[in-house]
């Protein structure tokens, strides 16, 4: 994000937010003073205890699955991992249509990370895993530019990066 936007103030809506851990994590980064943090999660208890427990104003937190107002930025960790039905036509529809209402509401662009496999599917223990590359190019379909980030700790993993193409800063 600070390479997208090397100045300024970065609207983030952290969307699947859980526990806040990544607004503890950008309160204690310094490169991260000049982002400012919304979290959104469809579990109120979730919310409730960010709201109780992050030392930020309870209205950093909001209770959704995408953002209420115009940002930078909608990012997702892990949020779309844990699927809640086997159903894997029924689960990657439900996720375009969460990234579709993120990306209405995202200036810049959305970062989000998947697990990776070779064939798509939801494992017994209700983790949704795809094909990375296939994601990719649904992504470039319906948003646009689509870059793909690999860690080599991390060989099942991978994050990407969905950007306006006309972006201009």
């Known amino acids: 994000m600070s390479a997208l936007v090397p100045s300024g103030i970065v609207k983030i ?23 400012v943090y919304t979290g959104y999660d469809i579990n109120p208890t979730l919310i409730a205890a960010c709201q109780q427990y992050s030392h930020l104003p309870s209205k950093s937190f909001v209770i959704g699955d995408c953002p209420t107002e115009l940002v930078d930025f909608s990012v997702m960790s892990g949020t779309y991992n844990m699927a809640v039905t086997k159903d894997l036509i029924h689960w990657e529809r439900y996720m375009f249509r969460c990234l579709a209402k993120c990306w209405d509401q995202s200036r810049i662009g959305m970062i989000f990370n998947v697990l990776v496999a070779d064939k798509s599917h939801i494992s017994d223990g209700m983790l949704y895993h795809c094909e990375v590359d296939k994601l990719r190019r649904r992504c470039i379909k319906q948003f646009g530019t689509t870059r793909i ?3 080599r700790s991390l060989p099942r993993d991978a994050t990407l990066v969905v950007t306006r193409q006309k972006f201009s800063g």
């Open 13 to 35: 809506a952290d969307i699947g937010c859980g526990y806040g851990s990544l607004a503890g994590y950008m309160r204690e980064t310094p490169n991260c003073s000049r982002f």
């Open 149 to 151: 980030i690999r860690e």
